[in-house]
């Protein structure tokens, strides 16, 4: 089964185990001295023992504040013997499972700010360039040629910082934008001297960073190198599909042992609608060009998938980063032939969104031990006796499952006839099969857990409270959710629908103009279902952006979907009343430091965010149909009833707090494990 995903791979003298990679990935578990800290190495080395076969550390910085080497807060990096040492427990954990290790070595470049660097200015290979100036950039730093220098011979002291840490190969990060790439990329490079101009000229910086690390390291240890691939993308001035065919060929004549692909900007970046091998076309070209491996992201999810697009000859290794966080036990289910008990990536970005939006440790929606793997290092305490859980969304299933894990008996009781809570809401709108593949797997775990038994279709009342409570329950988790909130005080309320009726089927629009008050999550994807119903919708929103909490590149993706059907947005602008014909709103101006907008705003250099109408008056919306869709309040009308009867009463996920998928899963592992 899967014979070539599952046969040993080999970049210059590493062999690797397996074809699985870990992508690199922005993981925010380092600490302010530079060293990856406990909570990191176990972190990458829980990827080793689920079977994958190279793990690629990501982000490892090479250069202090003083050249703005720092991209983020809680980087890693390799600059010194202390940084070396936590890096050397690093490769010993990993090689503990059987698994190889690679560090990507990263200077951000402009890429960064002043606040990640003690006040010191970004650098870059130009201060500024035209093409920049017209998207308006701020100028930074352009690096002397002595700069260069040292930059390039700091990543050659990384590198054989790693070599004698133990890590098994380096690779150079030439994509992104980040520093390297900023050099090999004319739109960002408008120098005039050696390090700018022709082809040969923009690689010089990585080429010589090459040529210092082999001189450093033996001939066998392997360099790889990340690029990024455009096809009629990103700016004016950017090297596009043939300019890279160029480039890489000219990489690996200059000693690149393996390169790692980075395809598309965010309109083609791991999107849920992307489907897996999309990108072996552009694969293949590089194959008939390169002699050393490639590899890179395909959207692979399932073994199928991955074993599929290895036969296809696409690539030589399967690149997976968000799936591996969603189950790093995917390798070894794959092999043993248990593909079915993989837990499904949503690539819904939390974890992306985590580290560079909301600038905190990485942490993934489905998988509620990511970046945690340390405090669950000890096996789960024995539990014994009977826990009722009410509700059967996120929150109520993880819990259950944890429990059982524990060794309780588990109720669950729901009155929907399916398991899932709102996850049967959110997968009706276009492009939402990931989160029913997720509703698919609680399912089929909660179906295979001899320890616990289902009731659908059933309202816990009264009368069955009172049947709880002769059975002695050990404890009872209340995980009912909440319901959608619907502003009492907004005159003509009673006139406009909630976002559940219409994602349910109660409410049936089709080809009205619909306003959809909110523009969260939920209202994107209640908008979504509507424009698919050949309804016209202008999304009102009062704060000065969409999609708050959600990762940029998913709103934007979501944007480009609604306003391609002729979807109207309005930020900044708040519902007054709703009338037989019309909403009314006003201009709003809310003082919000989220850390999301912050963050996008570093990251992106746009909020995304508008204007709305440019006016302070409230004006008229005509609409045949309001749907608001402003979250929910928890449901807490039980909780009383429950407390009064049982000692040990939690309530947990939206009953308690309104939260994504992420904040449910969490709540109930951490719930079920403290019991």
């Not at 922005?26 to 990458?44: A, H, N, P, V």
């Not at 799936?323 to 990536?345: H, L, Y």
Request: charge should be negative; hydrophobic fraction near 35%; proline fraction near 4%.
């Amino acid at each position: 089964m899967y014979k070539k995903l599952f046969q040993e791979g080999r970049i210059n003298g590493c062999i690797i185990r397996n074809r699985v990679v870990l992508a690199p990935m922005d993981d925010c578990l380092g600490q302010s001295s530079g060293e990856i800290t406990q909570r990191g190495i176990e972190y990458y080395a829980n990827k080793a023992k689920g079977g994958c076969g190279l793990v690629i550390v990501g982000y490892v910085g090479f250069m202090g504040p003083e050249m703005a080497g720092a991209a983020m807060s809680g980087q890693t990096f390799l600059m010194n013997y202390d940084q070396r040492h936590a890096m050397s427990l690093l490769a010993e954990r990993v090689h503990e499972y059987g698994g190889k290790v690679f560090v990507q070595l990263n200077h951000p470049g402009r890429k960064t700010s002043r606040g990640f660097n003690q006040g010191h200015e970004p650098v870059s290979s130009s201060a500024m360039t035209p093409d920049l100036e017209k998207r308006n950039f701020a100028p930074c730093h352009e690096l002397t040629v002595d700069e260069i220098h040292q930059v390039e011979d700091a990543c050659a002291e990384a590198a054989l910082h790693a070599f004698r840490a133990g890590v098994d190969g380096v690779e150079i990060h030439c994509a992104h934008y980040f520093l390297f790439n900023q050099f090999i990329t004319p739109s960002r490079n408008a120098r005039t001297d050696e390090y700018g101009g022709s082809m040969e000229n923009r690689c010089r910086i990585v080429v010589e960073t090459i040529e210092k690390i082999r001189e450093r390291v033996p001939d066998n240890y392997p360099i790889t190198v990340r690029v990024h691939l455009l096809d009629g993308e990103g700016m004016e001035g950017d090297n596009s599909l043939e300019d890279m065919l160029e480039i890489t060929k000219y990489l690996e004549s200059k000693g690149v042992d393996a390169f790692h692909f980075s395809i598309g900007t965010e309109q083609r970046t791991g999107s849920p609608e992307m489907k897996a091998g999309w990108r072996n076309e552009y694969y293949k070209r590089f194959k008939e060009v390169l002699k050393v491996p490639i590899y890179g992201p395909n959207e692979v999810k399932t073994p199928e998938e991955a074993e599929a697009n290895l036969e296809a000859g696409a690539y030589d290794f399967v690149v997976m980063g968000r799936q591996q966080s969603a189950d790093p036990e995917w390798a070894n289910k794959a092999k043993e032939g248990r593909a079915e008990d993989i837990r499904p990536c949503l690539s819904c970005n939390w974890c992306v969104h985590r580290v560079t939006a909301d600038q905190a440790q990485i942490r993934c929606a489905v998988n509620p031990l990511l970046g945690r793997e340390i405090d669950n290092l000890q096996p789960l305490r024995k539990g014994d006796g009977l826990v009722y859980v009410i509700g059967a969304g996120p929150a109520g299933v993880q819990a259950a499952m944890t429990l059982s894990q524990r060794g309780f008996a588990v109720k669950i009781y729901d009155k929907l006839d399916k398991v899932g809570g709102t996850l049967n809401y959110a997968n009706k709108p276009p492009h939402k099969d990931r989160i029913e593949n997720l509703r698919r797997w609680f399912e089929r775990q909660i179906e295979k857990d001899e320890n616990i038994e289902l009731h659908l279709n059933t309202a816990v009342d009264d009368a069955l409270i009172e049947e709880f409570e002769k059975s002695n329950p050990y404890a009872v988790i209340l995980a009912c959710g909440g319901e959608p909130i619907k502003p009492g005080r907004i005159p003509g309320i009673e006139k406009a629908v909630v976002w559940k009726d219409v994602l349910s089927g109660k409410v049936k629009i089709e080809n009205k103009n619909v306003a959809v008050i909110g523009g969260g999550m939920t209202g994107l994807e209640t908008a979504q279902y509507l424009t698919e119903r050949g309804n016209k919708i202008t999304l009102v929103e009062m704060l000065p952006l969409i999609g708050n909490g959600i990762y940029f590149y998913n709103v934007r993706n979501d944007r480009r979907h609604l306003e391609g059907k002729g979807t109207v947005i309005k930020v900044n602008t708040q519902m007054l009343e709703v009338k037989d014909d019309a909403v009314v709103v006003k201009p709003t101006k809310i003082k919000y430091t989220g850390t999301s907008l912050a963050g996008i705003k570093a990251i992106a250099g746009v909020a995304d965010a508008d204007e709305g109408n440019g006016s302070d008056e409230p004006y008229e919306i005509p609409v045949d149909c309001v749907v608001v869709s402003l979250g929910i309040r928890p449901q807490l009308e039980m909780l009383e009833k429950l407390n009064q009867r049982f000692d040990r009463v939690i309530h947990i996920g939206d009953c308690n707090k309104q939260g994504n998928i992420g904040d449910a899963t969490c709540e109930g592992y951490l719930a079920a494990k403290n019991l």
